[in-house]
C-alpha cells in the first residue's frame, strides 16, 4: 500500500480514537447560606438508624423518575459509608400506607417524624430534586462532529429528627456530568440524549450530603428502644448488625408525655424516668439487630416496651 495512504488512514484512526466518547463527573457545595459545619460526639455509638422519604421533584424535568433516582442513590450510600441502619424503602412506604401519609413529596417534618417513630428510627432524611437542567454543545465541521451534553442538577435535603419533630439539618448539592461523543470521517460514536448522565450528576450532588448527616447526628448519643422486657431480661431492638458490643453499657429510660416548646408548639423532648443501667449480655433472635441486656444497676422502674436506652456516659 502507498505510503501516503497509510500515513492518512493513521491520521484517521487516531482521530477517530479521539472522538470516542467520554465523561466527566463534578461536585460542588451549592449556593447557600453556610455550608452545613461537621459536628464531633465522644459518644457516636454503634450504627444509627434512619430511613430516607421518597424525593419530591421540583422541576418540570424526569417527572416519576428524577425523584426515585435521588432516593435509592443517597440510600445507596448511606448503606456503603456503614454508618447506618437504613430502613428498606417497601418498608417505609408499607408503614406510610397503613398510617394514611402519602410518601412522595412529603414535607412536613412533624409527619416525617411520627413515621419515623413508628419505625423505631432515630432520623429521617426529607429531600427534593430542585434544579434540573441540560444541554447540548457541539461543532460540525466538514470531516468532524462533536457533541457534548451536560447535565446540572441540585438535591436539597432536610435531617428530621424522630423525637423532636425538629430539623437538625438543611443542606443543598450541586453535580455535574458532562458526557463527549464525536466522529471523523463517519466513524466515531453517534446517537441521541445520553440518560446515564442524569444518574451520575445526581450522585455528584448527593453523595456529600453523606458526611453531613453522620456528622450532625454524632451531636447525640447513640441509642435504641425496648423492644419487650421479660423477668431480669430486657429485649432491644439493636444487635450485632448495629454494631452493638455484648458488655456495652446503657443508661435506660421510661417514655413519657411530650414536652412542648411554649412558642412554637413543637415537640422538643418527652418527660424520662431514669430506670437504671443496663448491660448487654448475648444477641438474640435470627435478624442481626435484636440483642439482650440486664439491669446491673437499678433506680427504680422496670424496663418495658417503647421506653429507650441511650449510650452511657
Avoid at 500500500?1 to 480514537?17: E, N, Q
Avoid at 413515621?115 to 423505631?120: C, D, E, H, I
Avoid at 441540560?134 to 432536610?158: H, N
Wanted: hydrophobic share 35%.
Amino acid at each position: 500500500m502507498d505510503k501516503r495512504k497509510l500515513v492518512m488512514i493513521g491520521a484517521a484512526l487516531m482521530l477517530a480514537a479521539g472522538c470516542s466518547p467520554s465523561k466527566t463527573v463534578k461536585m460542588q457545595q451549592a449556593l447557600s447560606v453556610h455550608e452545613t459545619k461537621k459536628a464531633k460526639s465522644d459518644y457516636t455509638g454503634p450504627k444509627r438508624r434512619i430511613g430516607v422519604v421518597e424525593f419530591a421533584n421540583k422541576t418540570a424535568y424526569g417527572q416519576g423518575r428524577l425523584g426515585g433516582a435521588a432516593t435509592d442513590i443517597l440510600v445507596t450510600e448511606l448503606t456503603k459509608s456503614g454508618k447506618f441502619i437504613v430502613v428498606e424503602r417497601d418498608r417505609m412506604e408499607k408503614i406510610m400506607e397503613e398510617q394514611k401519609f402519602q410518601s412522595q413529596g412529603m414535607t412536613d417534618p412533624q409527619t416525617a417524624a411520627q413515621v419515623g417513630r413508628v419505625l423505631g428510627l432515630e432520623a429521617i432524611v426529607l429531600g427534593a430534586v430542585s434544579q434540573f437542567g441540560t444541554k447540548t454543545e457541539g461543532s460540525d465541521y466538514l470531516i468532524s462532529q462533536t457533541k457534548k451534553q451536560v447535565a446540572d442538577v441540585t438535591v436539597d435535603i432536610r435531617l428530621v429528627d424522630t423525637q423532636s419533630g425538629q430539623v437538625l439539618m438543611a443542606d443543598s448539592g450541586k453535580g455535574q456530568a458532562k458526557s463527549k461523543k464525536g466522529s471523523f470521517l463517519g466513524m466515531g460514536t453517534k446517537g441521541g440524549y445520553d440518560e446515564t448522565i442524569e444518574g451520575e450528576a445526581l450522585r455528584a450532588a448527593i453523595v456529600q450530603f453523606v458526611t453531613n448527616i453522620e456528622s450532625q447526628l454524632n451531636k447525640k448519643p447513640w441509642s435504641c428502644l425496648v423492644a419487650e422486657a421479660s423477668g431480669e431480661d430486657i429485649y432491644l431492638n439493636a444487635g450485632h448488625d448495629s454494631g452493638v458490643e455484648v458488655g456495652t453499657r446503657l443508661d435506660c429510660f421510661s417514655q413519657g408525655g411530650e414536652i412542648r416548646d411554649p412558642r412554637s408548639n413543637l415537640v422538643i423532648g418527652h418527660k424520662e424516668e431514669y430506670l437504671g443501667s443496663a448491660e448487654v449480655q448475648r444477641y438474640c433472635g435470627d435478624t442481626g439487630d435484636c440483642s439482650i441486656a440486664r439491669l446491673v444497676k437499678a433506680a427504680g422502674g422496670s424496663p418495658k416496651a417503647r421506653d429507650i436506652c441511650r449510650m452511657a456516659r
